[in-house]
C-alpha cells in the first residue's frame, strides 16, 4: 500500500490476526481488506481477480494435510487473472540434513500408530522458543516440507509457469553450493 498498489486484500486463518491486523490498518487509515479465511477455499473471490498474490513466511506449510494444500496452491492458479504473478515461499526439505533422518523416525512411529501423514510433514522442533520435548507424541502440530523438484512439477501440472526458484542464502548471495533456507519461486499464470 505504501508503494502505491490499491485494492489490496489480505486474509489468514487465525480469526485473532485478522482482528490484530484490521486494528494496525485502522490506526494507519490502511484501506487493505482483511478477512478470516482458509487458503484451501478462497470462494468469496471471482476467478481471474489478481494481478499479483504473495505467500509468503511459508504460510501453506502450515496446512497439515496434503489434499489442502493441494487445494490452496489451486485456489491461488484460479484467483490470479491471466498473466498475473505470484510470490510462494516453502520451507526445503533438503535444506536442514537432519530432516531425513528424523522423517524416518517419525514415519516409524506413526506407522505404528496407524496414522496417515506424510513423511513430509514433521512436528516442530521448538515451541515458544523452546525445544519441543514432545515431538514425538501423536497429533502434535506439523509443518510439511517441499521437496523442490516435486513443488516446481506440482506448481507446472495445475497451470504456473516457473520465473524463478531459489533458497534463500541463493537469494541473498551465501557462498555455498548446498540450499540453505526457505525456497522461493515466482510464477506466473
Known sequence: EQMGFKNIFAFDFVPNMIKYANEI?????SKIQFKILDASNLAIYENDK??????????????????LFINAIKEAYRITKKE????????????????????????????????GISKQHLPWL???????????????????????????????????????????NQITKQIGKKRIGMLYIVCKK
Open 50 to 67: 489478481f494481478d499479483y498474490l504473495i505467500y509468503l513466511q511459508q504460510v501453506l506449510c502450515f496446512i497439515n494435510n496434503e489434499e
Open 126 to 168: 521448538k515451541v515458544n522458543n523452546k525445544f519441543n520435548w514432545k515431538l514425538f507424541n501423536k497429533n502434535q502440530a506439523v509443518t510439511y516440507w517441499v521437496k523442490r523438484d516435486h513443488i516446481i512439477s506440482l506448481l507446472k501440472e495445475i497451470g504456473f509457469s516457473i520465473i524463478e526458484a531459489q533458497n534463500a
Open 84 to 115: 498475473g504473478i505470484i510470490i510462494f515461499s516453502f520451507l526445503d526439505f533438503d535444506s536442514r540434513i537432519f530432516n531425513y533422518p528424523l522423517s524416518l523416525l517419525i514415519s516409524i512411529i506413526r506407522k505404528l500408530r496407524k496414522e
Open 25 to 29: 490498518a485502522k490506526n494507519k487509515g
